[in-house]
């Protein structure tokens, strides 16, 4: 049972297909980096609005831009995107049944730009798509339109319809992974499909490619057009590569902010962190030095009277006068109920909201 197991989640030796969990991995990597620097930017919009809430209003823009730039390095010079380079993963046509190209050759144009629209654009539109709904919805809430609106009526209509469509998409995810797992599927994700590629390991031919490029120096050009093109390429590309340098040194630390604040994370770092209840005193034998306890809780164990200015004792929890309790831990050095052992600075005054 336990070999099925095994060979339903990971590819065997001589088969290039990554593992399910390699697939799965890396679309979760690129769907926690938007959260992490969304969050970053609400914190700099509300520390200064006025210089950094411009970010704030066109998040979703300026993402897509960054995110487009940096799938576009990656395709370009890997033929992957940058979360399926993170795994060692690079894509191929889908009908390329012979000779694989290198991952420095790049896509087919064909290939590459369904890639990067698929990347950039859908997650673009369906988290439009899903603030739209949010919006649509709390406008029902309040009654914002008219009840006999026709605009009323359509997003009625298309509140309505929204869970169906989202249940519909997540469950075409869903099955195109089960046939994955099977075997029954060169892709684990439809807009793989829909691009026409499919996602294989690196070769050690490809790792030494893309070191052999990382490493290379191009050539000195003398035509202007030429050098600005160049310039304009190294720019882009260098802003694209401290994107994805930055990315994938915090990668490890947005997986570790995930889990710290998982919700089941934060239920164990309470129980291991809350204070436990601290234990009644373990020895009320009334000696011939130890004050009885008044039966009113507003009465000093010490003049029997009703409490003046009280006063706790931490070291035992009592609560006396400030006068009597002063008076006795200066002679005696310890709690007139309990006997432990007390100094001066133990006495801590009690204020209620009435003084």
């Given at each position: 049972m336990a070999e099925v197991g095994a060979h339903l989640t990971a590819a065997s030796a001589g088969d290039d297909r990554p593992s399910i969990f390699e697939a799965v991995a890396q679309d979760s990597l690129m769907a926690a980096l938007k959260p992490a620097l969304q969050h970053l930017v609400k914190v700099l919009a509300?520390?200064?609005?006025?210089?950094?809430?411009?970010?704030?209003?066109?998040?979703?823009?300026?993402?897509?831009?960054?995110?487009?730039?940096?799938?576009?390095?990656?395709l370009a010079r890997c033929s992957a995107s940058f979360s399926e380079?993170?795994?060692?993963?690079?894509?191929?046509?889908?009908?390329?049944?012979?000779?694989?190209?290198?991952?420095?050759?790049?896509?087919?144009?064909?290939?590459?730009?369904?890639?990067?629209?698929?990347?950039?654009?859908?997650?673009?539109?369906?988290?439009?798509?899903?603030?739209?709904v949010s919006n649509l919805r709390e406008e029902d809430e309040y009654s914002i339109h008219p009840p006999t609106s026709s605009w009323k009526r359509f997003y009625k209509a298309f509140l309505a319809a929204y869970p169906f469509v989202n249940m519909t998409w997540e469950g075409w995810f869903f099955v195109q992974q089960l046939c994955y797992i099977l075997g029954k599927a060169q892709h684990h994700s439809p807009l793989l499909r829909l691009a026409g590629v499919r996602l294989v390991r690196l070769t050690a031919e490809d790792i030494q490619a893309l070191?052999?490029?990382?490493?290379?120096?191009?050539?000195?050009?003398?035509?202007?057009?030429?050098?600005?093109?160049?310039?304009?390429?190294?720019?882009?590309?260098?802003?694209?590569?401290?994107?994805?340098?930055?990315?994938?040194?915090?990668?490890?630390?947005?997986?570790f902010l995930d889990w710290w604040y998982s919700s089941e994370n934060q239920e164990t770092i309470k129980a291991l962190t809350a204070l436990p209840t601290p234990p009644p005193p373990v020895h009320l034998d009334h000696g011939a030095g130890s004050a009885p306890l008044p039966k009113l809780k507003t009465v000093c164990p010490l003049c029997r009277k009703i409490r003046v200015n009280a006063t706790a004792l931490s070291t035992s929890g009592f609560v006396f006068c400030y006068r009597c309790v002063y008076n006795y831990?200066?002679?005696?050095?310890?709690?007139?109920?309990?006997?432990?052992?007390?100094?001066?600075?133990?006495?801590?005054?009690?204020?209620?909201?009435?003084?």
């Open positions: 509300e520390s200064n609005p006025g210089r950094y809430g411009f970010l704030w209003r066109w998040f979703d823009e300026i993402y897509v831009l960054l995110d487009l730039l940096l799938q576009q390095h990656y380079n993170f795994y060692s993963l690079k894509r191929i046509p889908t009908r390329d049944h012979g000779q694989q190209l290198l991952a420095t050759a790049g896509l087919p144009k064909r290939q590459h730009w369904k890639s990067l629209l698929l990347l950039v654009l859908v997650p673009y539109l369906k988290g439009k798509l899903e603030k739209l070191e052999k490029l990382t490493g290379a120096t191009s050539s000195p050009t003398h035509s202007v057009k030429t050098q600005v093109q160049s310039a304009v390429r190294k720019a882009l590309g260098g802003i694209a590569f401290s994107l994805s340098t930055g990315l994938s040194i915090s990668v490890f630390f947005l997986q831990v200066k002679t005696h050095q310890h709690c007139p109920i309990t006997g432990y052992p007390t100094e001066l600075q133990h006495l801590v005054k009690l204020y209620s909201p009435e003084s």
